[in-house]
């Protein structure tokens, strides 16, 4: 069973940068796409970006030519890279990889990483 660690969140100010990093266990993520999501209290859980097996990626508009979505598949892990960052970005960032249909995903969810926008 994969077991997804996040990290790499933490406090910045408006404009700043940040890189999350998504660890996964066992031998699948080389073969599943990948995703990264938010959610903020009492909001929906929001796409952010996601990178297919071969690295395609796509990235919600919200974000686009802020964050770059990446990954090591030789190591198992996921990258986000954060830039201008804006205080509507402060969420807690998932990682997860999506299935083709619906809102369903193929791993549990991890604890997350709080990402925090303020000056």
């Known amino acids: 069973q994969v077991q997804l660690v996040e990290s790499g969140g933490g406090l910045v100010q408006p404009g700043g940068s940040l890189r999350l990093s998504c660890v996964a266990s066992?031998?699948?993520?080389?073969?599943?796409?990948m995703g990264w999501y938010r959610q903020t209290p009492g909001k929906q859980r929001e796409m952010v970006a996601t990178?297919?097996?071969?690295?395609?990626?796509t990235h919600s508009n919200s974000v686009k030519g802020r964050f770059v979505i990446s990954r090591d598949n030789n190591k198992n892990i996921l990258y986000l890279q954060m830039s201008s960052l804006k205080p509507e970005d402060t969420a807690v960032y998932y990682c997860?990889?999506?299935?083709?249909?619906?809102?369903?995903?193929?791993?549990?969810w991890g604890q997350g990483t709080q990402v925090t926008v303020s000056s």
């Open positions: 997860n990889s999506p299935r083709a249909f619906g809102d369903f995903f193929r791993f549990s």
């Open positions: 066992g031998s699948t993520f080389s073969i599943v796409p």
């Open positions: 990178i297919t097996i071969d690295g395609r990626t």
